[in-house]
């Protein structure tokens, strides 16, 4: 057990002693949070657009001033010929075009009903979607304003009155302000902690090994498992400290909600944190040099995030791809962080998923240890 | 001129020993292209709904039955109170619910308010938006064919996408994987093989040879210009070949506007590594510095227009930015160096600029 200490003290004295590294551990994963909680987000700003319309009556006015009041839309010109909308549209100076075609007025007081077409840059997909409901939504409340404004040359509209009024009520729970980095702070933060986590483990182990000086180490009469627990306990108190570096900024800078109890997210973690440094020791013990072993790590890392619903929801995933988003470790850890902040959920909810992090913690460390050598073939 | 051909011989040689480090270059772009064809997708589907249904009926199991038919939702759960939705909300198995009143086909026959409540898991602010879109969709649907009297007035909206019809996530996604993928090809690994010599201390007898330390960066750097290229042509063949992502314009163009690129990665890798002093601050140099900005501020995944002002501003200085905007141009939208050309100039300003920056800081003597 001493000599445990004296090893994880030593680790502690050698990465404090090199201020770059100390600056790069603790600057980065700020810097990084500050900067990804704001771009990592498909928050749909205004969308530029284009009105050709070939109507010019007040209705076909009205709906443009309506577009244009929503703050969703910015209309950046107005005509009323098709010609130059295809180059708006590949030079990327608008991103919808919205066409009013002719008789627009007319059809709509003859026969009730009237098309507009809606053309859109899909080039940026992400965001179509939402942008479309947006645009659907501002045509459904133009339309159910002019039913009441506009003189109706239909017949039986009187029975209008008879008919039972839907009364759709739609609630947000949750995120009702729509703040897209209470949905990402949390998140981000389990991705820092993995990419700090893992690389500094696996490139610590790796660089005593390419300089030589783990031969050292291996000559004294330390155990692998003391070897083993001096390097790791380290990075394990580095990764809690910046986790919660993370934490604290996304409270007090970006007022994360925190409606579930902040103990169970720190056990979360630290369970969580055995599986990455576990990762770490694996790929130190598979590669040679510090370009292998970063390559390696950066590799996993990229594809773990990728399919751990940070970015993209698991849900929208293929099936095979759930099943195996299932083994991910980050995709565990993300959905406990969101589900303890944002919804306040319990031990009852995230105590089964919490368990599967620390059965693969063990799986994950004891493997590392295992393939550990601790002589040179 | 034959010295230098053996030292790049040497350095292609040092590349092609390291098998491992080969393999994942070479398995990398495909294994990116295929998640990204496959897993990252930003179309919503499968979502879990309870119905409440306190009194069902003719009319009201009409909606349920359409519910369950579309392959957007899958109903989970029907029952006859809402008293427990907040808990299966909270435990994550529901994200949205349908709250439909009592005797809703008495309500539609007497022309009584029919109240239907809506309720989405808003954590995440889009998804939701567009769950409330699809459930509203086929709630207005239903209400529509119920009461056939009803002569609301419509305005259709035909939507058309331009570039992408089917909003097909791998279309988006491929374009901003090659400028990913050359990113750390080219300039994350130059930047690391060249502080690695510095680090084991080779550099110093490189630099004591006859070979010009210019020739030096130009020899190491070479390996990977061909590396990179193959990668390119990898990602591109995957991205046919499974995903049918449309190729509208030039080849000969998009390889050509590649090739800059590279260059311009391979200028940035070598400006980061005469800049660092070991592997590991180069290594966290290229992440932080490149990696992060060209899947970030590039319009990769996130679009441009999403993010706040400075970041836009930032996103000018990014190359994969506008490496970006020219290869989903060749590709979705099938535009020539007529678009483009602006868009080419600022890459190339930019590799000169990086060229003449990097070659500068090249000490004869290490520090």
């Known amino acids: 057990m001493r000599t445990i200490l004296f090893l994880v003290r030593k680790e502690f004295l050698q990465i404090f002693r090199d201020r770059t590294t100390v600056f790069q551990i603790f600057m980065i994963p700020v810097v990084q949070l500050l900067v990804l909680a704001n771009a990592a987000t498909f928050d749909v700003k205004q969308v530029a657009m284009l009105v050709v319309d070939e109507d010019h009556t007040t209705v076909s006015s009205g709906l443009v001033q309506r577009l244009e009041a929503g703050r969703q839309f910015r209309v950046v010109r107005y005509t009323s010929s098709d010609a130059g909308v295809d180059h708006a549209l590949l030079d990327r100076e608008v991103t919808a075009v919205l066409h009013i075609p002719r008789y627009f007025e007319e059809d709509l007081v003859r026969r009730g009903r009237a098309p507009v077409q809606l053309v859109l840059n899909a080039e940026e997909g992400a965001t179509t979607g939402i942008v479309q409901s947006y645009a659907n939504s501002i045509l459904a409340s133009y339309a159910r304003e002019l039913d009441r404004t506009l003189p109706l040359a239909r017949s039986g509209t009187s029975a209008t009155a008879r008919v039972a009024p839907l009364d759709l009520r739609t609630q947000r729970w949750y995120n009702p302000t729509r703040n897209y980095k209470y949905w990402m702070v949390p998140a981000l933060m389990v991705s820092l902690t993995t990419i700090i986590g893992l690389l500094l483990t696996a490139q610590n182990i790796t660089r005593e090994n390419e300089l030589g000086t783990l031969e050292q180490l291996n000559v004294t009469p330390m155990t692998k498992i003391q070897f083993i627990a001096a390097k790791l306990i380290p990075f394990w108190i580095l990764s809690m400290l910046i986790f919660s570096i993370g934490l604290a900024i996304g409270k007090l800078v970006f007022g994360i909600p925190m409606r579930g109890n902040l103990l169970i997210v720190y056990l979360a973690a630290a369970v969580y944190l055995i599986v990455v440094l576990g990762m770490g020791l694996g790929i130190s013990t598979i590669t040679r040099t510090q370009q292998q072993s970063m390559f390696v790590a950066f590799f996993f890392t990229l594809i773990f995030l990728l399919m751990s619903g940070l970015f993209t929801p698991v849900d929208s995933m293929p099936d095979w791809a759930q099943r195996v988003a299932e083994a991910n470790p980050v995709k565990h850890f993300v959905s406990i962080m969101r589900a303890v902040l944002m919804r306040g959920a319990g031990l009852e909810t995230v105590g089964r998923p919490i368990i599967g992090l620390g059965i693969a913690g063990v799986a994950v460390l004891g493997l590392a240890v295992l393939r550990y050598r601790k002589s040179v073939a | ?367």
């Open chain 2, 1 to 367: 001129m034959r010295a230098f051909l053996g030292f790049v011989w040497k350095e292609t040689l040092h590349l092609l020993r390291d098998r491992q480090t080969l393999a994942i270059l070479i398995l990398f772009p495909v294994v990116q292209v295929l998640i990204f064809g496959f897993a990252v997708r930003t179309d919503v589907r499968d979502i879990q709904i309870a119905i409440v249904d306190p009194t069902p009926d003719v009319a009201s199991n009409e909606l349920r039955e359409r519910v369950a038919a579309s392959d957007r939702f899958k109903v989970v759960w029907i029952g006859s109170s809402a008293a427990d939705l907040e808990t299966r909300f909270r435990e994550g198995t529901i994200r949205q619910a349908l709250v439909l009143p009592r005797d809703v086909e008495r309500k539609l026959g007497r022309g009584d308010s029919l109240p239907v409540q809506l309720i989405t898991d808003g954590s995440d602010p889009n998804t939701a938006g567009i769950m409330m879109g699809y459930a509203t969709a086929i709630v207005q649907r239903w209400y529509r064919d119920a009461v056939p009297a009803n002569g609301a007035l419509q305005i259709e909206a035909q939507a058309r996408m331009r570039y992408n019809p089917t909003l097909e996530s791998s279309h988006l996604f491929v374009p901003g994987l090659i400028a990913f993928v050359l990113t750390i090809v080219s300039a994350l690994m130059t930047a690391i093989s060249i502080t690695r010599e510095k680090e084991t201390g080779t550099m110093e007898m490189l630099l004591v040879s006859p070979i010009r330390p210019k020739a030096i960066v130009a020899g190491k750097v070479i390996p990977y210009i061909v590396l990179g290229f193959i990668s390119v042509l990898l990602v591109l063949v995957a991205a046919r070949t499974v995903f049918g992502v449309p190729l509208r314009g030039s080849l000969f163009l998009l390889l050509a506007e590649s090739l800059l690129y590279i260059v311009t990665a391979l200028a940035l890798g070598i400006l980061i590594s005469t800049k660092v002093p070991n592997q590991r601050t180069a290594m966290i140099a290229a992440l932080a510095g490149l990696m992060m900005p060209t899947l970030l501020l590039s319009g990769f995944i996130f679009p441009l227009a999403s993010l706040p002002k400075v970041l836009q501003w930032l996103s000018y200085i990014v190359p994969a930015r506008w490496f970006l905007t020219i290869v989903r141009g060749i590709m979705l939208k099938g535009a020539g160096l007529a678009t483009l050309w602006q868009e080419t100039l600022i890459l190339i300003g930019m590799t000169l600029f990086l060229l003449v920056k990097g070659s500068r800081g090249l000490a004869i003597r290490l520090g």
